[in-house]
């Protein structure tokens, strides 16, 4: 057997890994077409209109709001859905922080469940045992693009009569039982960030399940100051305060011609990933995610866990071997639970206030997410992109595997 790379052994992987460009021609002619029209207001362009049109055939949903980014998305859900000040809310440890930006931007106060070891999701029985008399919402995260267990989420929701809405900003053409996530709750949330699946620099949808206009209007409204801007009218009467949160025609523009490459770009994701699992399945100490049962997933990355008991030296000492083989990686997806950061500690979400979190009684304790936390310690989270190759898979197999033989062996030092 080779040497590890970091003690002077060959590197697993010395070719760089498959790269393409994201943005091309058909980009160009719809941004073309958006500044040809005179304006870039949404409400007299055709843009966006259009890339919610596509969008809304593509998920086979009725309605669908453009919004300025996926955060702006998950807090006009959280406004349309009527989340307001000492509403509890209920979410994943495991997610960035534009899950629960909105959350605090209603005065209402964040509340984390604990999540399933292997699919890295919220768990039902964990959510349930968080509910109190002031929870109004579940955010639920499909982490990585791996869906919830949603049946068992909204017979939950439907028993306490709480809203659902679905974070799909790593999650795009994921399917449950047959379902898209972001179809199931009562709102779905996506980013168009330069990050995700898809980019339009910046921006994001959220999707309106009902169905019923009334609905879409009000979560239209919120995303553009409360004005309700339907045809060629225009009505100011505000009661309550909104958000500024409107897509630009240069960011509809640029997701129409994104959306066709959504198809290609998920089912590549989807391949790799599932490769990855095949691969690694096997491997002494090292834990592929668990899809969860009648679901699809998009790998948004790759996220898989070491069993520290099987291996000797630290999870940092794997990842750092595994750099040094050729394969970028990094321990975790963030370096902590949410309720760890500064902000929670203090429950200081403004300057100088405790408020909205004096409105109840919440703890952000260590140890409250045990799963979370020790999910976090003992993962190690690689890339994946639409444009690897076969091999580039192949090689990540291989180097992860050379890692855990050689630290089961004898260790790092």
């Not at 009000?218 to 009467?237: E, G």
Request: net charge negative; charged share 20%; proline share 4%.
């Amino acid at each position: 057997m080779n040497n590890l790379a970091i003690h002077g052994g060959p590197k697993t992987k010395t070719t760089p890994f498959g790269s393409g460009n994201r943005f091309g021609e058909a980009e160009l002619k719809e941004l073309k077409e958006a500044l040809e029209q005179g304006t870039l207001f949404y409400h007299y362009g055709e843009k966006v209109k259009q890339f919610l049109h596509k969008f809304n055939e593509m998920y086979g949903v009725k309605y669908s709001v453009a919004t300025s980014s996926g955060t702006a998305a998950i807090h006009v859900a959280l406004g349309a859905a009527g989340i307001t000040a000492g509403d509890e809310v209920i979410t994943s440890p495991i997610t960035d922080q534009g899950t629960v930006i909105g959350i605090l931007y209603q005065n209402a106060i964040p509340v984390f469940a604990d999540v399933l070891p292997h699919t890295y999701n919220l768990d039902p029985a964990s959510i349930e045992d968080r509910i109190t008399e002031r929870t109004k919402a579940i955010i639920v995260v499909h982490l990585t693009g791996n869906p919830c267990d949603m049946d068992a989420i909204m017979a939950i929701a439907r028993k306490h009569q709480l809203k659902v809405i679905e974070d799909c900003a790593q999650s795009y053409l994921c399917y449950y039982k047959g379902k898209l996530t972001g179809t199931i709750g009562d709102y779905g949330c996506f980013s168009t960030n330069d990050f995700k699946h898809i980019s339009t620099g910046d921006g994001g949808m959220v999707t309106v399940n009902s169905g019923r206009e009334e609905d879409y209007a009000n979560t239209h409204a919120f995303a553009d100051k409360n004005y309700q801007r339907f045809d060629h009218a225009v009505s100011r009467d505000v009661h309550h305060i909104a958000p500024n949160y409107r897509m630009t025609e240069l960011q509809g523009a640029v997701g129409i011609a994104q959306l066709d490459k959504l198809t290609w770009i998920c089912d590549m994701r989807n391949k790799y990933g599932t490769m990855l699992n095949e691969g690694l399945s096997g491997i002494s100490g090292v834990y592929p995610p668990a899809i969860t049962e009648g679901g699809t997933s998009s790998f948004w990355f790759y996220l898989f866990r070491l069993d520290t008991k099987k291996l000797t030296g630290s999870v940092d000492d794997f990842v750092g071997a595994l750099n040094a083989e050729g394969i970028s990686c990094v321990r975790g997806y963030i370096p902590q639970p949410l309720y760890l950061q500064p902000l929670f500690q203090t429950k200081e979400a403004y300057p100088g206030t405790n408020y909205p979190f004096s409105l109840a009684e919440v703890s952000y304790e260590r140890g409250i997410c045990p799963q979370a936390e020790e999910v976090l310690q003992t993962s190690v989270r690689i890339g994946i992109s639409e444009f690897y190759t076969t091999s580039d898979i192949e090689e990540i197999i291989e180097a992860v595997s050379k890692v855990a033989a050689h630290m089961i062996e004898s260790g790092l030092s």
